[in-house]
Each structure stands twice: as structure tokens, then as C-alpha cells.
């Protein structure tokens, strides 16, 4: 048990110290990767919230992204003075505010009416950033979102127009937000959502209202796929109607069915995986697309646990001790 | 007061009248069997009395509370808890567990999320005195979907106990179940259940005979006959339409 411990410490010390080095180290065509893998990492875990922890298979999750995305980027250009984080703030709570409205009539269907609905919303909000071209900027997009000056963080000026500074903030962000929700889980609360998932009516005959479970649950996904939204925003400098497509949906389910959903850090994998494969592959053919579907289709076929499920089970209790 | 009151209950499913003008009334300490043949609507007026079905027509009171068309979650919490007659646990968590989550949601403590599950360690003197009382405290730690079928049946029963109810409904715990099997199961529920409210559906005769003091027939969605044992067993029109049925 305390080996265990240990052992994690030294792991957790050591990640630590390899993402702090890591823009000294790589060039910065890496580290831009880095910070990809880092926010697509933050969205695919909040997928995972919503199939892995509560069995609830969504189509639309690029919804929340998207809100995160254009309410951040939108907010930041015409608000004036309003601060960086703010502006995060407001598209991580556009984002939960959507996801408890659309959750709302989701949570009340199941199965393949569940999934057919959030694919339905999700489609419904990219026609409106595809039509209301006066506030999105239609397939133009909106770009130019990051404040050019340095912005006061209250101990330090942070100056997000440098690469290697987007990286640590970014990677900041979603340590904080991967943290919080590892800790959400294991709370009688993220009891709660693993009991309705398990056996859902004997959940309800044990007191349990199902469907605010279910709601909570999606609208906490929806606030963390706000956030990598965000971060996605600041860190492209620019939002357009991919960020809000169905597109961005399959990809983020790809990226936590890659990874594995079976754990909280397969769907991160998944995401490094992904990153690294899709830049790997459209450097080598323009058919890309061909391969990450060929990929998709031996994953579904012979390694349903994902990546994760690679690698062997002792090293893994390390990462899962706890869970 | 009675603590449960069924007024003129009616069932339709689309069209199908399983039940009509059901009537029923528990004192507190009841020990109540309703029994029947297949098909007589037994398991839907279980359903329909603890919020899984809405009733077509008619009234539930629990503890002088309309409860009628309550959800399940609702119902349960008022006290009022029941078990499967196919058995409906947590089969990928521990047995553990499974008592636990039942002890957590009585205690209210739901989406709590200001302290990490594993550190309420206070629950768990509960939950090891419930596993213990229905004999499974050696496969605490044992995935419920593992454990025997006389076991698993058990940790049914044993989370409807984990509520704490002030009436418990017990929907054929002995189905399935070897003679042996269901004598064990038949001395489980005495036991566990000493001085509590009891309606238990079952098709044992002998289970009827040992556990309830009134038994209610239903047959054909209508009520029968109600009353005690001794009265229900010399009814000619019980005898005719059930037990006489068993002994053709």
C-alpha cells in the first residue's frame, strides 16, 4: 500500500517535471502538439464523464465545445476590457448552461433515442453558428480572440501571443480541471452516477432519482467540454463552425474509445494517440481520413478496452490505485 | 391508522385490464401473503404501489400520504421498499458495495462532494452489520454478479433491508430456489425482518402458511378473498379457483 503511494508520487513528480521541461526541450511545432493533446485530452475526459462513468453514449458532444469556443471567443472580442479567465469563465458556463437545457429532454430518452437527440441539438446549434453570420462569422469564422497586450493574472503578466506560454497555460487549465473531476468520481456523488449507471432501476427503487443524476452528470460534462472549448479558442486564436461540428464529435469519441473509457486516463491517451496519429498520417497522404477509419474499425473489432488495455495490468493499478 | 391502503386500484395496458378494483389495507406489524395464480396480476400491483406503473384508476395511501403515481425514487424514500422477484442488484460492484450504495441513499448522502467516498468510513459499520444479518460478510468483497443464486437473492433481500423501511415488499424471494434453498431464504426473511410491516408475493404454500398472518387472493385482478390463514384455507371459493387447481 505505501509502495503503491510512493510509487505514484514519484510517477505524479515525475510527469510533472517532463511537462514543465517540455517547451525547453521540444521545438515548437511540438509543443503547439503538446497543447493540442493537452485541451483534446481535458474534452475527451469530460466524453468519458458522460460513457464511461454514467453509460450515457453521446453523438453531439461537440455541442459543449463549440459553446465553450464561440461564448469565449465572442465575449473576449466585444466585451471590452473584460479578462481572459472571464471570458473562459463565460464560455464554460454558456457551455453547462446548454448542456443542463439540452440535457434536460436527453436524460428523459435512452439508448439509440438518447444518442439520436444529443446528435439532434448538436446539429441544431451548428446550423445557428453557420447562419447567424452578425455574431459568429458564419464558415468565415471569428479570429483574432487572445488579448495582444500581456494580461495581469494578479502575481504575473501572462503574454498568451508566445507559444511556450499558451503551452503552460493551457496545460495549467487542464491539470486543474483533470484533477478536480479524478476527485468528482470518487465522491459519493460520482458514487451516485456509477449506481444509475450499473442497474438504473434498481437504482430509482433504492431512492435515487435517475434523471437528476443523469442531468448532473451531463451538465458537469458539458461545463469541462466548455472549458477545453475555451481553450481550443485561444489557443487556435480563431473559432469556425468545425469547432461546433459533428465533425468534432466523432473525433472526441474516437479519441476516449481509442484511449480506452474503461478508466480516467485512457480517453487522455486517446487524445495523445490521436494528436500524434492524424499529424503522422495527413503527412504522409491526403487520404488520412481512410486510415483513422480503418484504425477505428480494428479498434471497435479487437481491442474494445483501447489502448489502455495494452498495457499491462501492473502498471496500470499504479496509474488506477484509488479507483 | 393503516400504514398501507390500496382503494379500487385499476390497471390497463393499453387496452389489456390486468387489474380491476383492487382493494387493500395493512395495519402496522402485518404480516400480509398476496397470493394467486400466474397471470393474476400480483406483480403489477406490486408495481403499481411502489411507483412503476401509474395507476389507471384508483388510490395508494402510505402512511396516511397519497402516494399514487409517485416515482420510484419517491416512494422509497417515504420508507417504502421492495424487492424482485428477478433478482435486480449491482452485479459489477462488490457485495460491499451494493449494501452500501442502499445505506448511502437512505442516509441521504446522494451527491455529497465535499469528501471522498472512501474516507466515510462510518458507513461501513452499517453496511458490514447488514451483510452479516443476511449471512455475506465472508463475500463482502466478492463482484455481486459472482456469488450463488441463493446468495444473490439474499443480498436482494438484503437491500431492501439496507432502507430501513417502514414496510417492506418482498416480490417472490423464494423463486427459483431449491427446497433447501428456500427453506434457508424463508428463515432469512423471519429473521431480518422480526417486528417489521411485510406484504410478500409467493407461490409456495408452505412459505405463505409459515410467514404471513392475512393473506389476500387475487385472481384474475379482482380480490378473492382476505383474511386469516386459517380463514383462507377452508374458503370454498379459494379452494376452487387456486389450491384446488394445485391438487388436479
Known amino acids: 500500500m505505501s509502495r503503491s503511494i510512493f510509487l505514484r508520487g514519484v510517477l505524479l513528480a515525475g510527469v510533472a517535471l517532463l511537462l514543465l521541461a517540455a517547451p525547453r526541450v521540444l521545438s515548437i511545432v511540438q509543443t503547439r502538439m503538446l497543447t493540442e493533446i493537452a485541451y483534446f485530452a481535458l474534452f475527451a475526459v469530460s466524453y468519458n464523464f458522460l460513457f464511461g462513468w454514467a453509460g450515457l453514449l453521446s453523438f453531439g458532444h461537440a455541442a459543449y465545445f463549440g459553446l465553450g469556443a464561440y461564448v469565449t471567443a465572442i465575449s473576449l472580442k466585444h466585451v471590452a476590457g473584460l479578462h481572459l479567465l472571464a471570458g473562459m469563465g463565460l464560455g464554460g458556463l454558456a457551455a453547462a448552461l446548454g448542456g443542463a437545457v439540452i440535457g434536460f429532454f436527453c436524460v428523459r430518452r435512452k439508448g439509440s433515442y438518447f444518442a439520436l437527440l444529443t446528435l439532434a441539438f448538436n446539429q441544431f446549434l451548428w446550423?445557428?453558428?453557420?447562419?447567424?453570420?452578425?455574431?459568429?462569422?458564419?464558415?468565415?469564422?471569428?479570429?483574432?480572440?487572445?488579448?495582444?497586450?500581456?494580461?495581469?493574472?494578479?502575481?504575473?503578466?501572462?503574454?498568451?501571443?508566445?507559444?511556450?506560454?499558451?503551452?503552460?497555460?493551457?496545460?495549467?487549465?487542464?491539470?486543474?480541471?483533470?484533477?478536480?473531476?479524478?476527485?468528482?468520481?470518487?465522491t459519493p456523488f460520482g458514487n451516485t452516477i456509477q449506481v444509475v449507471k450499473v442497474n438504473e432501476e434498481r437504482a430509482a427503487f433504492l431512492g435515487y432519482n435517475v434523471n437528476r443524476s443523469k442531468l448532473l452528470i451531463f451538465t458537469l460534462a458539458a461545463f469541462y467540454a466548455g472549458i477545453a472549448g475555451s481553450l481550443f479558442a485561444l489557443f487556435q486564436d480563431f473559432v469556425a463552425t468545425s469547432a461546433i461540428g459533428l465533425g468534432m464529435s466523432t473525433e472526441v469519441l474516437f479519441m476516449a474509445f481509442l484511449g480506452g473509457t474503461g478508466s480516467y486516463f485512457g480517453p487522455m491517451l486517446g487524445a495523445a494517440i490521436f494528436v500524434y496519429f492524424t499529424d503522422w498520417i495527413s503527412s504522409i497522404t491526403e487520404h488520412w481520413e481512410f486510415f483513422l477509419g480503418v484504425l477505428f474499425i480494428i479498434l471497435v473489432l479487437y481491442f474494445h478496452r483501447g489502448f489502455i488495455g495494452l498495457i499491462p495490468s501492473k502498471v496500470r493499478a499504479v496509474f488506477a490505485a484509488g479507483e | 391508522m393503516a400504514i398501507l391502503e390500496v382503494k379500487n386500484l385499476h390497471k390497463d395496458f393499453s387496452g389489456l385490464?390486468?387489474?380491476?378494483?383492487?382493494?387493500?389495507?395493512?395495519?402496522?406489524?402485518?404480516?400480509?401473503?398476496?397470493?394467486?395464480?400466474?397471470?393474476?396480476?400480483?406483480?403489477?400491483?406490486?408495481?403499481?404501489?411502489?411507483?412503476?406503473?401509474?395507476?389507471?384508476?384508483?388510490?395508494?395511501?402510505?402512511?396516511?400520504?397519497?402516494?399514487?403515481?409517485?416515482?420510484?425514487?419517491?416512494?422509497?424514500?417515504?420508507?417504502?421498499?421492495?424487492?424482485?422477484?428477478?433478482?435486480?442488484?449491482?452485479?459489477?460492484?462488490?457485495?460491499?458495495?451494493?449494501?452500501r450504495n442502499a445505506v448511502l441513499s437512505r442516509k441521504g448522502i446522494r451527491y455529497q462532494v465535499f469528501s471522498r467516498l472512501s474516507s466515510l468510513t462510518w458507513v461501513n459499520d452499517e453496511v458490514d452489520s447488514i451483510l452479516?444479518?443476511?449471512?455475506?460478510?465472508?463475500?463482502?468483497?466478492?463482484?455481486?454478479?459472482?456469488?450463488?443464486?441463493?446468495?444473490?437473492?439474499?443480498?436482494?433481500?438484503?437491500?431492501?433491508l439496507a432502507l430501513d423501511p417502514k414496510l417492506i415488499l418482498l416480490d417472490e424471494p423464494t423463486a427459483g430456489m431449491s427446497s433447501s434453498e428456500s427453506r434457508d431464504t424463508v428463515s432469512l426473511i423471519e429473521r431480518v425482518t422480526r417486528g417489521r410491516t411485510l406484504v410478500i408475493v409467493e407461490h409456495d404454500m408452505d412459505v405463505v402458511f409459515r410467514i404471513a398472518n392475512r393473506i389476500t387472493v387475487i385472481y384474475y385482478g379482482k380480490v378473492l378473498a382476505s383474511g386469516p390463514p386459517e380463514e383462507i384455507r377452508n374458503d370454498q371459493r379459494v379452494k376452487d379457483a387456486y389450491l384446488g387447481e394445485e391438487r388436479t
Open chain 1, 127 to 186: 446550423a445557428i453558428a453557420w447562419k447567424w453570420r452578425e455574431v459568429t462569422g458564419g464558415d468565415d469564422g471569428i479570429g483574432r480572440i487572445i488579448p495582444r497586450k500581456p494580461v495581469d493574472m494578479g502575481f504575473f503578466y501572462l503574454d498568451l501571443t508566445k507559444i511556450p506560454n499558451k503551452y503552460y497555460f493551457t496545460m495549467a487549465v487542464v491539470v486543474i480541471f483533470l484533477a478536480i473531476g479524478w476527485y468528482l468520481l470518487r
Open chain 2, 132 to 160: 452479516s444479518q443476511i449471512g455475506l460478510l465472508d463475500r463482502r468483497n466478492v463482484a455481486a454478479g459472482e456469488l450463488a443464486h441463493g446468495q444473490q437473492r439474499a443480498l436482494e433481500i438484503g437491500l431492501t
Open chain 2, 17 to 99: 385490464k390486468v387489474l380491476f378494483g383492487i382493494d387493500l389495507r395493512l395495519e402496522e406489524g402485518d404480516r400480509h401473503a398476496v397470493i394467486g395464480p400466474n397471470g393474476a396480476g400480483k406483480s403489477t400491483l406490486f408495481n403499481l404501489i411502489t411507483g412503476k406503473y401509474v395507476p389507471t384508476r384508483g388510490q395508494v395511501l402510505f402512511d396516511g400520504q397519497d402516494i399514487t403515481g409517485f416515482p420510484p425514487h419517491r416512494v422509497a424514500r417515504l420508507g417504502l421498499a421492495r424487492s424482485f422477484q428477478i433478482t435486480n442488484i449491482f452485479r459489477t460492484m462488490t457485495v460491499f458495495q451494493n449494501v
